[in-house]
């Protein structure tokens, strides 16, 4: 593999750093991760509306719908606002998997009506996959899409749902076929979120935010210009959908990098910079560069095969660094990481990892992918 910029991406990251030292970035915006809470609303609409108008946006859709950008330019336009602190997009879910699947899955109708308004940022879609009873056993899922008249009425709970307190639509996974086999008979949905009978209830974190929802479904009306993809092939659109999750989830820790580097130079001015400490940041570092790599590697060499098992080492690595990291700065800040405003930004990142290794699938579960599914091991 070489590593070397072409002409054509050392042009990208030269117009990408010029557009990044003059554009006007909105007050009160911050890195929030995959997901802004709603006080992050008004200034991540503004910065996607930056992004639209600078040609940024939308850069993993392919044209004519995105901007059709390579893997390579990707990756160099995640590293570029990471170093700044700044969200690639308004929101994971509705750019890198709403957009996506109704690319793919999506009906001329479809694309027409939902694409846009999400890339401007004047639509926020939330993933309606995990239950109470299916979480990392998705396929177990029980909320029921049962016949009514040409459309369905869908019941049932869906948990963990990030953004869905604000969001206007929301892919919802149901069996339209309880009879048939596990994977079989599920049907994936495009639901406009106030549709009668959607109940969204926050759910308060241990980081004091409070992003993901429980969503309770009693009866909602769908008709068949809702189904995504085809009547009881939802497992193939979730399949989909998880991967390139996964895949996203991972592209996260492309910020570990920065993160180090400031956890570096507190220890250095705290002059805890010691031998024990130099090798912990070395492993660290090392550990970050390797996953950073890897996530180019599969830009460049899967496509979009998010289906593919092995994006399930992406999400695995990515998660449980996050952890380690906040780790190296607890043990820098002291009694700092406790309280006060010094160590505040490292609490919230220390417990926001503990989530990150649920969110998306277990570290478990993804393990259990990758012995299963890549190294061929017994079940």
Known sequence: MDLRLTPAEQDFRSRLEDWLTQVEVPAGLR????????????????WQRRLVEGGWAALSWPSPFGAGATPSEQALFAEALARRGLPRQLSFVSMELAGPIIIAYGSASQREAFLEPIRRGEQIWCQLFSEPGAGSDLASLSTRARAAGDGWLVSGQKVWTSGAHYAD??????????????HRGITCFAVPMGTAGVT??????????????EVFLDDVA??????????????????SVLGRERRMLGS???????????????????????????ARWASLWGRVQLLRWTWFRFLSDRGD??????????????????????????????????????????????????????AGGTSEIQRNILGERVLRLPR
Do not use: C
Request: no cysteine; glycine share 12%.
């Open 305 to 358: 095969s998010a289906a593919d098992p092995r994006m399930s080492v992406l999400k695995l690595t990515s998660s449980e660094l996050q952890q380690e990291v906040a780790r190296l700065a607890a043990d820098i800040l002291g009694l700092d990481f406790v309280y006060g405003d010094a160590g505040a930004r490292w609490r919230r990142v220390f417990l926001a990892g503990h989530g990150a290794t649920i």
């Open 169 to 182: 639509y929301g892919l919802l996974l149901a069996r339209t076929e309880p009879l048939a086999d596990r």
């Open 31 to 46: 890195d929030y991760g995959s997901t802004p809470t709603r006080e992050d609303l008004d200034a991540g609409r503004a």
């Open 252 to 278: 996260l820790a492309i910020g570990l990098g920065a993160a180090l580097t400031e956890v570096r130079r507190e220890a250095e001015r705290r002059r805890l910079d010691d031998a024990v400490f130099r």
């Open 222 to 239: 769908v008709g068949p210009g809702d189904v995504l993809g085809e009547l009881g092939r939802g497992w193939e659109v979730a399949l």
């Open 200 to 213: 969204v209830r926050p759910v308060k974190q241990m980081d004091g935010e409070s992003k993901f929802n």
